[in-house]
Each structure stands twice: as C-alpha cells, then as structure tokens.
C-alpha cells in the first residue's frame, strides 16, 4: 500500500528541486535528504563522488509515474531509484502519507 522510495542526485540544490516538483505534484508525501559518498564505475571509469541522498515515502499506486517523473527532470543518464514495500508502521504516519498524495 506504501513505498519508501531512494534516489541519488548530483547535488543538494538537484535533489531539493526534484522533491519539491514532486510535492507539487502530490506524488510524495515527504523526502528526507543527506550527503552521501559514492564510489562506482560508470562508462568503464572508476568514480568518485560526493552525491545527496534522498528517501521518499508515498503510496504504492503513484509508484510508476513517480518514477518516470523523476526520470524526466533528473539530470543523470540513468538515475538511480529504487522502492522497497513499507509492510507496517505508525498508522497514524501511514495515514497522513496516503492524505498528503491524494
């Protein structure tokens, strides 16, 4: 019924703009944001970086379009965003998600 769903982005202001469009939409109901350190390879190089890290909470019908939107307004190539189901919590917290993304 609920996801939790996390992204990477570029930058603190990337990933501040991407949550608020999706407020603005109703798509989440909250997103909480961190600098985080990344090593991978992209294109056979070996990279490191300074990344924001974002996890947002929303329901799981909006799950879909969340993610093509964020695919349409981020600035990397291949973004990562992954979801994982929310089976229990705060029921009161729960509630308060579903109204905020109606």
């Not at 608020?20 to 939409?25: A, E, I, Q, S």
């Not at 329901?59 to 229990?88: F, G, M, N, T």
């Amino acid at each position: 019924m609920f996801n939790s769903v996390y992204m990477t982005t570029s930058s603190e202001d990337e990933a501040k703009d991407i949550v608020k469009k999706l407020l603005d939409k109703k798509l989440i109901a909250c997103a909480n944001m961190f600098p985080i350190s990344s090593i991978y390879y992209w294109e056979d190089k070996l990279c490191d970086d300074s990344e924001f890290a974002v996890i947002m909470k929303t329901r799981a019908e909006l799950l879909d379009e969340l993610i093509e939107q964020i695919k349409r307004i981020h600035s990397y190539e291949v973004p990562c965003i992954v979801s994982w189901d929310i089976s229990k919590g705060n029921e009161e917290y729960l509630r308060w998600i579903e109204k905020e993304t109606m």
